[in-house]
Every structure is written in structure tokens, then in C-alpha cells.
């Protein structure tokens, strides 16, 4: 069984600050996606960023950036000049290539971006 | 686009009753995921309903059940409700590119 494991459960960063997400996973599959989700109050999940775990290079969205490391089943997420409206919960998230799209999350973690 | 679309937004129910839910997966997507997610906790998965047939399924007891219509739509019923049964339940749709799952708002369940 896979497990995903956020260990910070709240953050805070200033405004136009960088901040990092930090995420581990458990895993025997060579073939994976990994995800980053942001819920804000509203509830609605949002996809972030998304990572193909035989892709090499990480994956960036604008602000959003993730340092992967397989080896490591290290998978963190960076937001740079971060914004008030980046305050939510995000969630780290797995899905086994070979299987029915079942997503299994970490915990989460509450961001809040100060002014 | 709609996008997911989930129906009721807030329902409060007691012990012991039953309840459904409803979701409407986005335009071209087949496959319907359901989750609860807990107060403070990150979803836990129930089941998958592709081709009308549940094909996956979490570590949830036979009360929570499902059922996937000709046009993709998807219910998830739970029989003789509990005060555990208190969650926020979200729907996801997908379609055919892996990992490409997306979330309708959430139905906030209370049962008291």
C-alpha cells in the first residue's frame, strides 16, 4: 500500500516570500504520478502541480515549483513570491500508473500567507 | 464547461437515517471517484465507479454504497448513519490521461 506523509501541519510565510511544502511517500511502484492540491476555505480541491515519476526534469507552474527526488521518494513544493490568496490547505497526493486512479493523500498542510 | 458539480451542498441528517449524495462528472470524463475527508484530515478514498460498476474500493464498511448511471453521474448512499459518518464527501471525475483527477466542491454532511 502507498502512504504519503506531510510532517509540517502548519506553516506561515510573508507575503512575496518564498516557502517550501515538504512531502514524503512510501511506494514499491517504479511508475507514478504525484500531485500537489490546494483546499482553500471554500473547499474546493485545486489541482497545483502535477509530477510524471518517470520524468527527470521538475515540474513548474508558474509560482509553483516541486523538487523531486525519487530515490529520496522526496516530493516538495515550492511557492515563490507568495500571495494571499495561496493561503489554504495543500495537500500532497499519489496515484500507481498501473492502477484505477485511486489518489492517496498526506495529511495536509495549513499555509497562511501574512500580509 | 460545468466542471464536477455535487448535490446537496450541506446536508444534516440523524443517526441511523440514510442518505445520498449525487455528482455530475466534467464534460468527456467516464470514471467517478468519491472521498470523505474529515475535519482537519486529507481524503480517504470509498470507491470507483467506471462502466456503471464499482471497480475499486477503499477500507469502508458495506453501509456506504454507490451507483454509476448510463451518463456517467454517480450516487453514494450510506445506510444507518453515524456520528463518524460526519464529513465533507467530494466526487472527482476522470477521463482516459492518468493522474488527471478533478474534484467537485463537496457535500458537508452532520448527522447528530
Known amino acids: 500500500a502507498q502512504t504519503v506523509t506531510q510532517s509540517q501541519p502548519e506553516m506561515s510565510v510573508q507575503e512575496a516570500e518564498t516557502v517550501t511544502l515538504s512531502c514524503t511517500y512510501d511506494t514499491s511502484e517504479n511508475n507514478y504520478y504525484l500531485f500537489w492540491y490546494k483546499q482553500p476555505p471554500s473547499r474546493q480541491m485545486i489541482l497545483v502541480i502535477r509530477q510524471e515519476a518517470y520524468k527527470q526534469q521538475n515540474a513548474t507552474e508558474n509560482r509553483f515549483s516541486v523538487n523531486f527526488q525519487k530515490a529520496a521518494k522526496s516530493f516538495s513544493l515550492k511557492i515563490s513570491d507568495s500571495q494571499l490568496g495561496d493561503t489554504a490547505m495543500y495537500f500532497c497526493a499519489f496515484i500507481n500508473s498501473g492502477g484505477y486512479q485511486k489518489v492517496t493523500f498526506g495529511t495536509g498542510t495549513k499555509l497562511q500567507v501574512i500580509p | 464547461d460545468a466542471g464536477v458539480t455535487q448535490s446537496p451542498t450541506h446536508l444534516i441528517k440523524t443517526r441511523g437515517q440514510q442518505v445520498t449524495l449525487r455528482c455530475s462528472p466534467k464534460?468527456?470524463?467516464?470514471?467517478v471517484s468519491w472521498y470523505q475527508q474529515a475535519l482537519g484530515q486529507g481524503p480517504q478514498f470509498i470507491f470507483q465507479?467506471?462502466?456503471?460498476?464499482?471497480?475499486q474500493r477503499g477500507n469502508f464498511p458495506d453501509r456506504f454504497s454507490g451507483h454509476q448511471f448510463p451518463n456517467y453521474s454517480s450516487e453514494l448512499n450510506v445506510n444507518a448513519l453515524l456520528l463518524g459518518d460526519s464529513a465533507l464527501y467530494l466526487c472527482?471525475?476522470?477521463?482516459?490521461?492518468?493522474?488527471?483527477?478533478?474534484f467537485g466542491p463537496g457535500t458537508r454532511l452532520t448527522v447528530l
Open positions: 465507479y467506471y462502466e456503471e460498476e464499482e471497480r
Open positions: 472527482a471525475s476522470s477521463g482516459i490521461r492518468v493522474g488527471e483527477q478533478f
Open positions: 464534460s468527456g470524463h467516464d470514471t
